[in-house]
């Protein structure tokens, strides 16, 4: 297993390398740069500011020489300055991440506390009526884009009755507050996250239990016996738990790297949020490290996800 | 002979009885379990509406979506504006009704774009396997290894886009990967199969293969996949208009309209700018996931009951 893992960490790597390498050439390939974005138009001698402060910044160089001076910093633990918020990278996104961890933790929280107790709830009365509506509102929740909720709960836990901050998360600074309060601003994004993405689970939960409860072991367990819930614990939910454990190494993965609309819209500030302030404000060194550091999540999470499944699943044995 | 004669008429009876219900093309059978959908139907018609009523904003509603009023700026509801107007004097009715053409412009060009784009590289790497298959698919993985959301914000701030005709480009070719893994998928199982080797043995090309036998032969899941696919581009492009990363902010899409009325003033008191474009974003992705549901059903011959 520990082989096994190493492994796959290091295979990893190419595909960092070429995540990087592709983000860094488009991003320079395109017109203007954070100089310009910087800097007051209208101050004297622009053309020789400009010069000064792109040969500071090394921006003039070749684009393979600055990816390598770029690579060869990371590699050191240095993620560059940022342009846009004048102060180191890793500064910047250690809080981010931070926030971007909470939200990502207490989302998938709801997520699963909702998902998986609905879909055992529908798989131990299947094809019933109830069954049915709940499919049907299920339904009806996954299509409802998660933006639409994140606005309605601005709007009634935020604005009519002010029980929950709607924006600006606790600043990312040394003085942001407590732990608590960082939960607190979490909570309504990772609901408006959880409302929709719940379906997914119960979904799946709901099938792969109805695929489980007709296998003979499962008649076999009732033929001894033993009481429902028991069956329902024991039997079938261990077995079914398999699939949901594959799609939970995703979630992780794809949450970790900050919800980029959520964020945006509650003005949470983590990683999403970063990113997107990034962009516009062309800070390269930024953008450089968010996408790298969600690439490394995502890779992660599909590791997690694989993990997961041979500790639940005694079958699977990597080697 | 006369003893004979009821029992032949009453097999002859049964046989066209049978010859009538057997008769049903399979487009009709399809349909027919389509029509048993009944949200799906629902949903075709309420469809039908909101494309109608976006191809008719003009005859709707007199007002320019994207034309400034400075005299009559966040105006509540009235006759004249049935849906007040925005803080640059913009009717927001007119800017929902034209929004529309947008959104569905957007949906319908992308989810064809990423048929498209999947169809190819999903069918090559299905049908020839090997090295093709291992090629597209690093490149999928690739694709999947980038946030979908903040892949178009990186790419739509290095082409600086405005355009919808960008965007739209932009939101396609980051869409494909997980249409072109389903379609491989299918090409894989499929291409081992009798009709298949028949078409090979008698001298039939890779093309012709891919789009004339595997094609039609996974026709059914495509569809679904590609109605599907189209309420997710369109809940994409409207949550990147949320965050001010859709199309131009003056161009009216239901997207936009939510973004601009996103200020706390305006969510507390003009309930009317931004109920009716979540409404309308809403029921069109509720509408499009419910036909699907209903293709679904119509694919799928096991559900006759």
Redesign the interface.
């Known amino acids: 297993m520990a082989g096994y893992v190493v492994r796959r960490l290091f295979g990893m790597i190419p595909?960092l390398f070429?995540?990087t390498v592709?983000?860094f050439f488009?991003?320079h390939?395109?017109?203007g740069n954070a100089i310009e974005a910087m800097i007051n138009p209208r101050i004297k001698d622009i053309a020789a500011l400009k010069h000064q402060l792109e040969v500071q910044n090394g921006l003039n160089l070749p684009l393979p020489v600055q990816y390598w001076r770029w690579l060869v910093n990371v590699l050191h633990g240095n993620f560059g300055w940022s342009f846009g918020q004048h102060e180191p990278v890793i500064e910047l996104l250690g809080p981010a991440m931070y926030n971007t961890l909470i939200l990502a933790v207490l989302a998938e929280a709801f997520i699963l506390l909702l998902g998986i107790p609905i879909g055992i709830w529908q798989a131990r009365r299947p094809y019933s009526k109830l069954d049915y509506t709940v499919s049907?509102v299920s339904?009806?929740l996954?299509?409802?884009?998660?933006?639409?909720f994140a606005?309605?709960l601005?709007?009634f836990f935020a604005?009519?009755w002010p029980v929950f901050p709607?924006q600006n998360a606790t600043g990312t600074g040394p003085l942001a507050g407590t732990l608590l309060d960082h939960v607190w601003h979490a909570l309504l994004p990772a609901i408006s996250i959880a409302l929709t993405a719940h379906t997914v689970y119960s979904r799946y939960t709901r099938g792969a239990m109805l695929d489980v409860a007709r296998q003979d072991y499962v008649r076999t367990a009732r033929a001894k016996g033993i009481r429902e819930p028991v069956i329902y614990r024991k039997h079938v939910f261990r077995n079914a738990r398999i699939p949901l454990v594959t799609q939970l190494g995703f979630d992780l993965g794809?949450l970790l790297?900050?919800a980029?609309?959520t964020e945006?819209?509650f003005s949470y500030q983590g990683m999403?949020y970063v990113?997107?302030t990034a962009?516009?404000q062309?800070d390269y060194p930024v953008?450089m490290a968010?996408?790298l550091i969600?690439?490394v999540c995502?890779?992660l999470g599909n590791l997690v996800a694989d993990i997961l499944n041979a500790v639940v699943d005694p079958r699977i044995r990597y080697q | 002979m006369v003893m004979s004669t009821p029992p032949v008429e009453a097999l002859a009876a049964n046989q066209s009885a049978a010859r009538g219900r057997v008769s049903k093309s399979p487009f009709q059978l399809a349909l027919g379990r389509f029509m048993r959908h009944r949200?799906a139907v629902a949903s075709v018609l309420v469809l039908a509406l909101i494309v109608l009523v976006s191809l008719c904003a003009p005859w709707l509603t007199h007002w320019d979506p994207s034309r400034q009023d400075l005299n009559s700026v966040s105006l509540p509801p009235s006759a004249a504006h049935w849906l007040g107007t925005d803080a640059n004097g913009i009717d927001y009715f007119a800017r929902d009704v034209y929004g529309g053409r947008i959104d569905l412009l957007i949906g319908f060009t992308d989810t064809l774009l990423v048929m498209a784009i999947s169809i190819v590289l999903g069918g090559l790497a299905g049908y020839y396997g090997g090295w093709v298959d291992a090629v597209i698919m690093r490149v999928c993985?690739?694709m999947?290894?980038?946030?979908f959301?903040?892949l178009i914000?990186?790419?739509e701030?290095?082409?600086?886009t405005s355009s919808v005709w960008l965007l739209i480009a932009v939101i396609g070719f980051t869409a494909w990967p997980s249409t072109t893994r389903m379609i491989r998928s299918l090409f894989l199982s499929l291409r081992e199969s009798e009709f298949v080797l028949a078409a090979r043995t008698s001298g039939a090309g890779a093309w012709r293969i891919i789009f004339r036998h595997l094609l039609p032969a996974s026709l059914g899941p495509i569809v679904v996949n590609a109605t599907l696919q189209m309420?997710n581009l369109i809940?994409a492009e409207?949550?990147?208009a949320?965050?001010?990363?859709g199309v131009k902010s003056t161009t009216p899409s239901w997207g936009n309209v939510?973004n601009s009325s996103?200020d706390?003033f305006t969510?507390?008191t003009e309930?009317w700018a931004?109920v009716p474009p979540?409404l309308l974003?809403?029921v069109t992705?509720?509408c499009i996931?419910?036909i699907g549901?209903g293709l679904r059903d119509a694919f799928d011959p096991a559900f006759d009951k």
Request: hydrophobic letters at 65%; a neutral charge; zero cysteines.
């Open positions: 595909m070429a995540i592709f983000v488009m991003m390939m395109a017109p049907t339904f009806v996954f299509s409802v884009p998660f933006f639409v606005v309605f601005i709007y604005i009519r709607a794809g790297g900050g980029v609309i945006g819209l999403g990113t997107i962009v516009s062309r953008i968010t996408t969600f690439a995502v890779l | 949200m993985d690739f999947f290894n980038f946030p959301i903040l914000i990186v790419l701030s290095i082409i600086n309420a809940g409207a949550a990147l949320v965050i001010g990363f939510l996103l706390y969510l507390s309930p931004w979540a974003i809403t992705i509720l996931n419910f549901d």
